[in-house]
Nanobody, 121 residues
Framework: QVQLVESGGGLVRPGGSLRLSCVASGSIVSIHTMGWYRQAPGKQRELVAVITSGRSTNYTDSLKGRFTISRDIAKNTVYLEMNSLKPEDTAVYYC???????????????WGQGTQVTVSS
């Protein structure tokens, strides 16, 4: 069984920073692209940033410069550093990993349970 577990969410004031972490565990053969998505109340889930196994990154244009995605391949962990947070960044943040699990014949998507980020004064 493979799972992703996010942590690091919470309540922060506008202009503040948070660092989210997501650890993949279980019967993992290989991890490919990992990413962060978010879903605000009443809105669809949207891409925040993704990072490949070669550490190439891609961001939603509106978040470039404030958010930074990184990963520690040895720890099966992906991070999201969020700076200059705004109230509109309030959302549940989800981690996604494209992984090959033991016994599987193809790579599939796995999602974490999400971590709440609330930006409010």
């Amino acid at each position: 069984q493979v799972q992703l577990v996010e942590s690091g969410g919470g309540l922060v004031r506008p202009g503040g920073s948070l660092r989210l972490s997501c650890v993949a565990s279980g019967s993992i053969v290989s991890i490919h692209t990992m990413g962060w998505y978010r879903q605000a109340p009443g809105k669809q889930r949207e891409l925040v940033a993704v990072i490949t196994s070669g550490r190439s990154t891609n961001y939603t244009d509106s978040l470039k410069g404030r958010f930074t995605i990184s990963r520690d391949i040895a720890k099966n962990t992906v991070y999201l550093e969020m700076n200059s947070l705004k109230p509109e960044d309030t959302a549940v943040y989800y981690c996604k990993g494209d992984m090959l699990s033991l016994g599987a014949v193809r790579v599939r998507e796995y999602w974490g349970q999400g971590t709440q980020v609330t930006v409010s004064s």
